[in-house]
């Protein structure tokens, strides 16, 4: 347990890094962003006197520092996913020699065992598997978001594919008493990989049950745009603070929450949807909760639908 603590404290540092460093590129890009909003906005003189006192000239300096300051940070950040992956996957290979290593051991310790030892060595096997799994989760992440994890297509049919996550998450529904509803276009079929992309449904549609108040609903409504398909999962908890909307699909984003986990479902998520050539965005409900959007298009083998293949 002590290497597993200390894999976490280390990912946790790493993250802080890297938030003090996006928070300083960010605190950048809002000032000369505030700067340019008040040179559009507030500049009284007319136009031809600006131009004579290079206020245009001004104006496009800043338009530019911002520009190189956006594509700097977008590079950096395309770096730091990089040494992150890379930090996360050593650290998961090095936690897995040992657990691998503490599995022979149970397993030599279980053939000797007595009755009274043996109860403790299926809780110790419990924890085992447990923590075998939370590990594989942590490497699966990293390696969908280096885009190492190859989709196996075949024909999905995707309202089976939501009956099923939503059987699954029944009992986590019905222990606070909420509901979760499933609505829209009939049963039809797409090219998707199945596990892969019932893996994302499933974190979508967990975190809104679980950010759900008690009592509440979670509606899932499905849309068949032809050469897209449309899926909003709605809830009825406390909504996404604003400054969260841009994070919230990043790797290790838990935000001000205190539910357990490493944030790491929704990036996933992301990166699955990605990978089927689609997209998912989140807003905030007029009336209560947050809503998850999910567009992905119908496709035939590994490609985007065009008009052609319909014909």
């Given amino acids: 347990m002590e290497m597993m603590y200390l894999f976490l404290a280390a990912l946790g540092v790493l993250c802080c890094i890297l938030l003090v460093r996006r928070s300083r590129e960010k605190r950048e890009i809002d000032r000369l962003t505030a700067q340019i909003e008040h040179f559009l906005l507030y500049s009284q003189k007319p136009m031809a006197e600006s131009l004579s006192e290079g206020g245009i000239s001004n104006l496009y300096n800043m338009i530019s520092r911002l520009e190189q300051l956006l594509l700097v940070q977008q590079e950096a950040a ?5 040494q992150t992956a890379r930090f996360v996957e050593n650290m998961v290979h090095q936690m897995n020699n040992a657990l691998t290593a503490l599995q022979i051991q149970l397993d030599l310790l279980e053939l000797h065992a007595t009755e009274a030892e043996q109860s403790t060595l299926e809780k110790s ?22 885009g190492k994890i190859r989709m196996a297509f075949e024909p999905v049919d995707l309202k089976e594919e939501l009956l099923i996550c939503r059987d699954k998450l029944t009992p986590i529904a019905n222990a606070k008493n909420a509901a979760i509803l499933l609505e829209g276009a009939d049963s039809f079929k797409l090219s998707a990989d199945p596990f892969w992309l019932s893996q994302a449904l499933e974190n979508v549609l967990k975190n809104a049950v679980e ?21 909003q999962i709605a809830d009825e908890g406390a909504g ?5 909307l ?22 996933m998520a992301k990166d699955i949807i990605s990978a089927h050539h689609g997209a998912i ?12 959007e999910i567009v992905l298009p119908v496709l035939e083998g ?4 065009t008009v052609s293949q319909a014909k």
């Fill in 211 to 231: 950010h759900t108040v008690s009592g509440g609903k979670v509606i899932v409504s499905l849309f068949n745009e032809g050469k897209d398909i449309r899926i």
């Fill in 125 to 146: 096997q419990v924890c085992m598997k447990r923590l075998t799994g939370e590990m594989d989760k942590i490497l699966k992440s990293s390696q969908l978001a280096e």
């Fill in 281 to 292: 965005s989140a807003r905030n409900r007029e009336s209560r909760g947050a809503v998850f």
């Fill in 240 to 244: 996404i603070p604003p400054k969260e």
């Fill in 78 to 82: 395309k770096r730091q996913e990089k």
């Fill in 246 to 267: 841009v994070t919230l699909f990043e790797r290790f984003h838990r935000g001000e929450t205190t539910k357990a986990g490493y944030g790491i479902g929704l990036s």
């Fill in 302 to 305: 590994t490609s985007p639908y």
